[in-house]
């Protein structure tokens, strides 16, 4: 099992582009969720899913659209990247309680 | 309004001597509280967890204590490893099963060989 994995490590975006973070998950798991870890702030809920089709938003939703269509994948989209969105994202997932986190993506917005 | 907190940024520990990391919270509705452990440049690791119905779970060099009057949660390492080095993050949520978790702000360990 490669487990979480999450697509580009690194990127650097100019402030009103857009970009699509990539999540994947091989084990089946039902609930998938999105964080951010800024400096001082640990790791804050942008937006989650308990399932295909189903998604809702955490603390920090503003910003940021998320979906999915299959148990696999959770994509994260910025729609319009703002130097506050500079941060490291961090993609989850778990069956139970206990979640599993992917390597991160660390995001620079100029 | 920060729910979970670690007030300790930092700690320093003697290899083989115990590390003590604290995390407190404000929220009585949390019922279920993880732990878990970060390297620089790696996602969080899960270590350990604990429900409200319990005060003590233990698992090899890890301990967790519960104390729901005092809304305090603490991880016992003993012995300490210079491998334990890292960033420790206590998360909690509220109602089995809603998945939604709030973090503290992390402490970093670092165990002196």
């Known amino acids: 099992n490669a487990g979480v994995t999450q697509t580009p490590k690194f990127q650097v975006l100019k402030t009103g582009q857009s970009m699509t973070l990539q999540c994947a998950q091989d084990?089946?798991?039902?609930?998938m969720s999105w964080y951010r870890q800024d400096p001082g702030m640990g790791l804050r809920l942008i937006h989650y899913?308990?399932?295909?089709?189903?998604?809702d938003q955490g603390e920090v939703p503003n910003g940021y659209n998320v979906s999915r269509s299959t148990t696999e994948d959770f994509p994260l989209r910025l729609l319009s990247a703002a130097p506050s969105q500079t941060s490291v994202y961090f993609c989850?997932?778990?069956?139970?309680?206990?979640?599993?986190f992917g390597p991160g993506t660390r995001l620079t917005v100029l | 309004d920060q729910q979970v907190k670690q007030n300790s940024p930092s700690l320093s520990v003697q290899e083989g001597r115990i590390s003590i990391l604290n995390c407190d919270y404000t929220?009585?509705?949390?019922?279920?509280f993880l732990w878990y452990k970060k390297y620089p440049a790696e996602g969080p690791t899960f270590l350990i967890s604990?429900?409200?119905?319990?005060d003590k779970n233990e698992d090899g060099r890890f301990t967790v204590f519960l104390n729901k009057s005092a809304k305090h949660l603490s991880l016992h390492i003993v012995p300490s490893q210079p491998g334990d080095s890292a960033v420790y993050f206590c998360?909690?949520?509220?109602?089995?099963?809603?998945?939604?978790?709030?973090f503290g702000t992390g402490t970093r360990l670092k165990v002196l060989a």
């Open positions: 084990m089946n798991h039902e609930y």
């Open positions: 989850a997932s778990s069956q139970g309680q206990d979640q599993f």
């Open positions: 929220n009585s509705m949390f019922d279920y």
């Open positions: 998360a909690a949520s509220g109602s089995t099963g809603t998945y939604k978790y709030i």
């Open positions: 604990i429900s409200s119905i319990k």
């Open positions: 899913s308990v399932g295909a089709g189903i998604t």
